[in-house]
Nanobody
Framework: QVQLVESGGGLVQPGGSLRLSCAAS????????MGWFRQAPGKERTFVAT????????NYADSVKGRFTISRDNAQNTVYLKMNSLKPEDTAVYYC?????????????????WGQGTQVTVSS
């Protein structure tokens, strides 16, 4: 059974940084595409970033390009989201997702497993 556990969320001031982690178990992690999504209060879940099985292909939502970086460590079965220059509009619950295919993907429907989420709050 695949399990995804996110960590690293919290309260940060505007302009600050956080690094989210997502530890995967129950899967051959190095073969899976991974993604990060977020859901703000009262809004739908939206795409943030994705990475393919090797880590060589990444894609980002326009709203986070240049500020967020997705990466992975296949030896540790972990995917990361480094978030810099955080803004109040980045406040949301952030979810990690895994897909059985190795390619990256931007649609939530393309993912097969989801974590429980970690709260990120950007506020002064």
């Amino acid at each position: 059974q695949v399990q995804l556990v996110e960590s690293g969320g919290g309260l940060v001031q505007p302009g600050g940084s956080l690094r989210l982690s997502c530890a995967a178990s129950g899967s051959i992690f190095s073969m899976n595409g991974m993604g990060w999504f977020r859901q703000a209060p009262g809004k739908e879940r939206t795409f943030v970033a994705t990475i393919n099985w090797s880590g060589l292909t990444t894609n980002y939502a326009d709203s986070v390009k240049g500020r967020f970086t997705i990466s992975r460590d296949n030896a540790q079965n972990t995917v990361y989201l480094k978030m810099n220059s955080l803004k109040p509009e980045d406040t949301a619950v952030y979810y990690c997702a895994l897909r059985r295919e190795g390619r990256s993907a931007m649609g939530s429907h393309e993912y097969d497993y989801w974590g429980q989420g970690t709260q990120v709050t950007v506020s002064s």
